[in-house]
């Protein structure tokens, strides 16, 4: 359990996805503002795929579960422990990194 859980969001001109991994018992959830994602631990529907439109401000937060915490890589800027990205017209790709505090 000494390995952390890591998802990755891939921004487009049009969708987004979201790609989690798990290693040894990573574990947490990812939604994002506007709506549309929510992928991960206790989303009731998984939607690991959402649509946005080009130049959209979408801030993507992680919640990670207790013994766990949570990181992000290659944000816009981040803020409040949420990811800020805005899309355009390349892919870009989000990490969200859930590793044991043990």
């Not at 790609?19 to 929510?38: A, E």
């Not at 990205?85 to 990490?95: E, L």
Request: glycine share 14%; hydrophobic share 30%.
């Amino acid at each position: 359990m000494d390995r952390g859980r890591s998802i990755t969001a891939t921004f487009s001109t049009g969708p987004i996805h979201v790609n989690i991994t798990s290693t040894y018992g990573g574990n947490g959830r990812v939604t994002s503002s506007p709506g549309g994602v929510c992928c991960g631990s206790g989303c009731v529907v998984q939607r690991c795929d959402a649509n946005f439109l080009p130049g959209t401000n979408v801030v993507l937060t992680q919640t990670a579960t207790a013994g766990f915490f949570a990181s992000w890589d290659y944000c816009t800027s981040q803020s409040g422990g949420n990811c800020n990205v805005t899309t355009g017209t390349f892919t870009r790709t989000i990490n969200a990194n859930f590793s044991n505090l043990f």
